[in-house]
Structure formats: structure tokens, C-alpha cells
């Protein structure tokens, strides 16, 4: 099988790549392989059952066409101070000109002209007056809200598309390595459907973009071909989630309030991210049954809580250099006290040293929008840098917005974000290994949609020009 690009991955970096050479009229032959199910057969049973199944294969919120985004918030920030270092890499001026560019591919296909943080800038100014108090900045950032439902529609009308153009995509493929000679990248090996065996495909280009789900694999395929790589960040932390009443100022003045801070005594990076209001607390499965938590929000459907993530950002290089390894091991931890389910506690128990039991859950005004978590004792298995860092964040919180730090307010383990390793690149998204690209969350390079879908168009414009050349 001989193809001229080939991507493995149906995430948004994938995605656009094959959308952006479409639209330069590239006449390539493309194809696409993911290991999960076209848009149309992602369904998580939960919703029905009423708790996670731990679907098999593969999760379906994780994995299948447009990855994890699917079934995510939705969110797309449209500033380059937000998703990731790809400005560093190719320049903060031409980062912005590729979000431009694609939120405009987003809107096209149905996003919401509606772009959330834009108004009430007195209500901002106030806002960003209480960071500086707290010793917090707060990050401007528009944000274009999708919605769960609404971005399963746009990636499903996407999908068709491509097909309509003549990409194909071929569903329940996993890639198991990469094919290489004389140094350069001429295709992968995949493993056939219900493990049949497997199958070499060849390609002049091969794009890699896994997502953060594929980040440890990619790892280790980096090590097996000597494609040059660093370790990067691994982010562990917690969803919190509080009532909407607790946020309604924030809600209604961003959205989504982007706050970094540097706490005491480690003066670690840590940072909100994710922010949903009026939205769910969700669980997503990985393939080694590491349960981790989530969250998201619909368009139409709200909660009566808000939550976001508060993730304390942790580098290791020498001499012990796997990031993804630790995070896991720390998630692993976790899902054993919870007996292969999510940790749930109350801030307030946390500070006086006891465990929240399950009856205590429902005596407060936060209700768990996760009914399935199990109440414990999350500092059994939070590492004590990484617990000191969100709770001291926490604390600085409460003077951004009141009531945060309530001893009600319910935090969610493990939140581990695998962006850890890093692809070393050129500007022009070249890699030491002729042929081979690595885009998207599991590249090291970006963090979250819109910055993954803007390096997929920056990819799919390069090789467009290639091919006129």
C-alpha cells in the first residue's frame, strides 16, 4: 500500500492537515488511521448506565475521530499566549495569523460566531485588579465555546468531508511503528483490525499526531528511531468544582479565567485550565486502565456547579528523565485507593487532615456532578509538592474569587495532563528523520484544539506549497 501522506491520528492536528492541503487543491493521496470509530460510533454508554463500563477497546471519549476534543468543552482559544509553545517555535506574529486563519475553518463549518471575554471589560479590569493581589496573572484570552454537542457536529461534518474529497480513513487500525530506511521515514506498520495481524503502508510523508493519549507510545518510538526529543512538562493536579454562584462573575465576564501562578514554597508553575461552566465532571479511561478525570460542558444542557483544573507543572531531566512514567505512576496510586475509580474530596477536609466520606458529600450545597467518584482521601497519593502547590493556589484563589477556598468545594484526582515529550523541530516543522512529522498534543508542542488544529493547517500549508514547487 503506497500513499503520499500518511497520518496517524484523527485529532484536530490530523485533521486539518489533510483539510488544509484540500483546500489548497493538493492532489495527494491521503490516508487517514485511527484506532478508534468514525464520529458517528462514538458513544459513552455512561450517560445511560449511569456509570463508566471501561469500554474495550478503547475509551470513546479518548480515542476515535477528532480525539479527545470531541467530547470535550469544546473550547477554542483564540490567542497564542494560550494552547502550548508553538509561538516559540515558529514565531508569536505567524501564530496568531494561523488561529485566525483556522477559526475562520471552524467557522465555516458551524462554530458559534459568539466569542466569549470579549465584553464587561470593567468586570475584567476588577477581576485582573484581585490576580495582582493574590499574585496571580490573569491571561486574556477570547474563547469561541463549541459545546460537547456542538463540536461533535462540526467534527462530524468534517469527517464527511474529507471523505467526500477523497481522503481515506481507515478506522480500527492501530499504529504500531514506523518504517524506516536510510534514515528516513517511508511509511508505518499497522496492526490490523481484531489483531489479524499486521501491515506495512508506505508514504513519501508521515504525519504523527496521537493526541496526549499516544504521547508515551511516541516516546518510545522517538527512542527506538533516535528522532531527537527532550523530555518537556508533565502537568498533575485536581478538577475542582464549586457552584455556579461561586464563579458567576468570572463565568459571566471570560468564560474561562486563565490564572498562573508561582505559590510558595517551590514557586512551581501552576495554572488553572479547562474551565466549565455550568458543566459536568467527567472520567476518561486510558489503555493501560488508568482512570483519570475531566470535564466539559454542553451548549444547551447546565449544571448547577462550575468546574476547572488546577495543574501544578512538574519537569524531571536528570537523572531520571520519563515525566509520562511518573504522572502515571501517581495516577495508578490513585485509582487504587479509589478501587479503579476517581478520587473525590472536600477542600476543607484536606485542611484539617481527614478523609470526606460519601455521606458527606451530599450534606453541602456542591453537589458532585461525578455521581460514580469515590469519596477518600486524595493526599494519600498526591505527591506532597504537587498537594502543596494546589492548595496554596487555591488559597491565593479565594481573593480572586470569593468562596473558592470553601471547605464544601469538592476536588477531583488524578487531573494528569501526557504532553511531557517533546519533538526538537525547525521552524518550517521539520524533524532530524526526512519524512517524518510530529503535530499536535503529543508532539510537546501544543496544548488543547485550537493550537493543535493551527499546526495542522500550518503543516498542511508547507506541503501543499511542496507540492507546486
Given at each position: 500500500?503506497?500513499?503520499?501522506?500518511?497520518?496517524?491520528?484523527?485529532?484536530?492536528?490530523?485533521?486539518?492537515?489533510?483539510?488544509?492541503?484540500i483546500?489548497?487543491g493538493?492532489?495527494?493521496?491521503?490516508?487517514?488511521?485511527?484506532?478508534?470509530?468514525?464520529?458517528?460510533?462514538?458513544?459513552?454508554?455512561?450517560?445511560?448506565?449511569?456509570?463508566?463500563?471501561?469500554?474495550?477497546?478503547?475509551?470513546?471519549?479518548?480515542?476515535?475521530?477528532?480525539?479527545?476534543?470531541?467530547?470535550?468543552?469544546?473550547?477554542?482559544?483564540?490567542?497564542?499566549?494560550?494552547?502550548?509553545?508553538?509561538?516559540?517555535?515558529?514565531?508569536?506574529?505567524?501564530?496568531?495569523?494561523?488561529?485566525d486563519?483556522?477559526d475562520?475553518?471552524?467557522?465555516?463549518?458551524?462554530a458559534?460566531?459568539?466569542?466569549e471575554?470579549?465584553?464587561?471589560?470593567?468586570?475584567?479590569?476588577?477581576?485582573?485588579?484581585?490576580?495582582?493581589?493574590?499574585?496571580?496573572?490573569?491571561?486574556?484570552?477570547?474563547?469561541r465555546?463549541?459545546?460537547?454537542?456542538?463540536a461533535?457536529?462540526i467534527?462530524?461534518?468534517?469527517?464527511?468531508?474529507l471523505?467526500?474529497?477523497?481522503?481515506?480513513?481507515?478506522?480500527?487500525?492501530?499504529?504500531?511503528?514506523?518504517l524506516?530506511?536510510?534514515?528516513?521515514?517511508?511509511?508505518v506498520?499497522?496492526?490490523?483490525?481484531?489483531?489479524?495481524g499486521?501491515?506495512?503502508?508506505?508514504?513519501k510523508?508521515?504525519?504523527?499526531?496521537?493526541?496526549?493519549?499516544?504521547?508515551?507510545?511516541?516516546?518510545?518510538?522517538?527512542?527506538e528511531?533516535?528522532?531527537?526529543?527532550?523530555?518537556?512538562?508533565?502537568?498533575?493536579?485536581?478538577?475542582?468544582e464549586?457552584?455556579?454562584?461561586?464563579?458567576?462573575?468570572?463565568?459571566?465576564?471570560?468564560?474561562?479565567?486563565?490564572?498562573?501562578?508561582?505559590?510558595?514554597?517551590?514557586?512551581?508553575?501552576?495554572?488553572?485550565?479547562?474551565?466549565?461552566?455550568?458543566?459536568?465532571?467527567?472520567?476518561?479511561?486510558?489503555?493501560?486502565?488508568?482512570?483519570v478525570?475531566?470535564?466539559?460542558?454542553?451548549?444547551?444542557?447546565?449544571?448547577?456547579?462550575?468546574?476547572?483544573?488546577?495543574?501544578s507543572s512538574?519537569?524531571?531531566?536528570?537523572?531520571?528523565?520519563?515525566?509520562?512514567?511518573?504522572?502515571?505512576?501517581i495516577?495508578e496510586?490513585?485509582?487504587?485507593l479509589a478501587?479503579?475509580?476517581?478520587l473525590?474530596?472536600?477542600?476543607?477536609?484536606?485542611?484539617?487532615?481527614?478523609r470526606t466520606?460519601?455521606k458527606?458529600?451530599?450534606?453541602?450545597?456542591?453537589?458532585?456532578?461525578?455521581?460514580?467518584a469515590v469519596?477518600?482521601?486524595?493526599?494519600?497519593?498526591?505527591?506532597?509538592?504537587?498537594m502543596?502547590?494546589?492548595i496554596?493556589?487555591i488559597?491565593?484563589?479565594?481573593l480572586?474569587?470569593p468562596?473558592?477556598?470553601?471547605?464544601?468545594?469538592?476536588?477531583?484526582?488524578?487531573?494528569?495532563?501526557?504532553?511531557?515529550?517533546r519533538?526538537?523541530?525547525?521552524d518550517?516543522?521539520?524533524?532530524?528523520?526526512?519524512?517524518?512529522y510530529?503535530l499536535?498534543?503529543?508532539?510537546?508542542?501544543?496544548?488543547?484544539?485550537?493550537?493543535?488544529s493551527?499546526?495542522?493547517?500550518?503543516?498542511?500549508?508547507?506541503l501543499?506549497?511542496?507540492?507546486?514547487?
Open positions: 500500500m503506497v500513499y503520499d501522506l500518511v497520518i496517524v491520528g484523527a485529532g484536530p492536528a490530523g485533521i486539518f492537515t489533510a483539510l488544509e492541503l483546500r489548497k493538493s492532489q495527494r493521496k491521503i490516508l487517514m488511521i485511527e484506532k478508534g470509530s468514525p464520529m458517528e460510533k462514538r458513544h459513552c454508554p455512561k450517560p445511560q448506565v449511569g456509570r463508566c463500563v471501561n469500554c474495550r477497546p478503547y475509551c470513546h471519549i479518548t480515542t476515535g475521530f477528532a480525539g479527545a476534543g470531541a467530547f470535550s468543552d469544546g473550547k477554542l482559544s483564540l490567542s497564542r499566549e494560550v494552547g502550548g509553545q508553538l509561538p516559540e517555535l515558529v514565531g508569536e506574529d505567524y501564530c496568531q495569523r494561523l488561529i486563519y483556522t475562520s475553518i471552524y467557522l465555516e463549518f458551524g458559534d460566531t459568539h466569542i471575554g470579549l465584553e464587561q471589560s470593567d468586570k475584567i479590569k476588577e477581576i485582573r485588579k484581585r490576580a495582582i493581589q493574590a499574585g496571580l496573572q490573569l491571561v486574556d484570552c477570547p474563547i465555546h463549541m459545546g460537547t454537542e456542538k461533535q457536529e467534527y462530524g461534518a468534517i469527517q464527511r468531508y471523505l467526500e474529497e477523497g481522503v481515506e480513513i481507515r478506522f480500527g487500525v492501530n499504529c504500531v511503528n514506523l524506516l530506511e536510510n534514515s528516513r521515514c517511508v511509511g506498520v499497522v496492526q490490523k483490525p481484531n489483531g489479524t499486521e501491515e506495512e503502508i508506505r508514504a510523508d508521515t504525519v504523527v499526531a496521537t493526541g496526549r493519549r499516544g504521547a508515551d507510545w511516541l516516546e518510545k518510538i522517538c527512542q528511531h533516535h528522532i531527537a526529543h527532550q523530555p518537556g512538562t508533565v502537568d498533575i493536579g485536581v478538577r475542582v464549586v457552584r455556579n454562584e461561586v464563579m458567576e462573575e468570572v463565568n459571566s465576564a471570560l468564560y474561562e479565567s486563565k490564572l498562573i501562578g508561582y505559590p510558595h514554597p517551590f514557586k512551581d508553575k501552576v495554572r488553572t485550565f479547562c474551565q466549565n461552566p455550568g458543566g459536568f465532571v467527567s472520567q476518561e479511561n486510558y489503555d493501560n486502565d488508568l482512570a478525570v475531566n470535564g466539559h460542558s454542553y451548549k444547551d444542557r447546565k449544571s448547577q456547579n462550575t468546574n476547572l483544573s488546577i495543574l512538574h519537569n524531571f531531566n536528570h537523572p531520571f528523565n520519563q515525566p509520562i512514567a511518573y504522572a502515571q505512576k495516577g496510586l490513585t485509582n487504587m478501587n479503579g475509580s476517581i473525590v474530596q472536600r477542600f476543607g477536609d484536606i485542611l484539617d487532615g481527614k466520606w460519601e458527606e458529600l451530599y450534606r453541602a450545597n456542591v453537589r458532585p456532578t461525578l455521581t460514580d469519596a477518600g482521601d486524595i493526599t494519600n497519593a498526591m505527591p506532597y509538592r504537587a502543596t502547590n494546589i496554596n493556589f488559597q491565593a484563589m479565594e480572586v474569587v468562596g473558592f477556598a470553601a471547605p464544601e468545594t469538592l476536588l477531583y484526582s488524578p487531573e494528569l495532563k501526557f504532553y511531557s515529550n519533538v526538537k523541530m525547525d518550517k516543522l521539520n524533524t532530524n528523520i526526512k519524512g517524518f510530529s499536535g498534543d503529543s508532539s510537546g508542542w501544543t496544548r488543547g484544539l485550537m493550537m493543535a493551527a499546526m495542522g493547517v500550518m503543516l498542511g500549508d508547507k501543499a506549497q511542496e507540492e507546486k514547487a
